[in-house]
């Protein structure tokens, strides 16, 4: 007598309690959770100053930003201006005194934060003998970081509100007064010089750095 053909095995249906169930979102989120808490989402200034340390530890604020600036300086040869090839973010700072000031008296920079190439450049305002707007410039008068010649840098920034340029100027200028109070030998107030009368008209290069340029 043969042997029945085997019947194929047929589907095998799976009991309610083995259908996997269907996913609740948030019930799966909650156990998903890692038993720690994310940090907490920092601000744009806060992220900026993050990125300002690593360069130069001792800012400890950003009093005002201008998110495009370009930097010149001026040929005492050709009377004229040269793009430096310095271009990005102009961040104006305040920076903890040093531990050797016995008066811990404030200070301030202007950081810019080179989108160009690798090579930041950061003006302390302590060390700028005159600052002025002029036109569209912020014009930096600086001394003794450049080997015995001044050197006169120009800072255009780009409006992209109406009054960037003017806020910034307004920052660094405040700054830059309390910075040479604080730090030089004579109150600022007793500099005499076109930089110091330039309320409410432009001046001249000539009438601003007319001594470097071998003026009277």
């Known amino acids: 007598m043969s042997r029945a053909t085997p019947r194929k095995a047929r589907h095998t249906r799976q009991p309610s309690n083995r ?7 948030e019930s799966d989120a909650a156990v998903m959770q890692p038993a720690y808490e994310a940090p907490p989402l920092r601000s744009n200034t806060e992220l900026n100053l993050s990125v300002l340390q690593r360069y ?32 990005g973010t102009m961040f104006v700072c305040a920076l903890s005194p040093p531990p050797e000031d016995p008066g811990q008296r404030a200070r301030c920079c202007v950081f ?6 690798l090579e930041n450049i950061i003006v302390d305002l302590n060390s700028v003998s005159h600052a002025v707007l002029d036109g ?13 010649e001044e ?29 040479r109070s604080a730090g030089a030998a004579e109150p600022v107030q007793a500099e005499a010089g076109p930089a110091m009368q330039a309320v409410g008209r432009t001046l001249t290069l000539n009438e601003l750095f007319g001594r470097s340029n071998g003026g009277n």
């Open 56 to 87: 130069l530890p001792s800012i400890t604020n950003i009093l005002s930003i201008a998110a495009n600036a370009v930097i010149y300086t001026f040929s005492h040869t050709t009377h004229e201006w040269d793009k430096t090839g310095v271009e």
């Open 136 to 148: 569209e410039l912020i014009i930096f008068k600086l001394e003794g970081q450049w080997g015995e």
């Open 151 to 179: 050197k006169i840098m120009g800072v255009w920034i780009h409006n992209d509100r109406d009054d960037t340029r003017d806020v910034n100027w307004a920052v660094i200028e405040e700054n830059w007064r309390n910075s």
């Open 19 to 25: 259908i996997p169930a269907v996913s609740d979102y």
């Open 112 to 117: 810019f934060l080179n989108r160009r190439g």
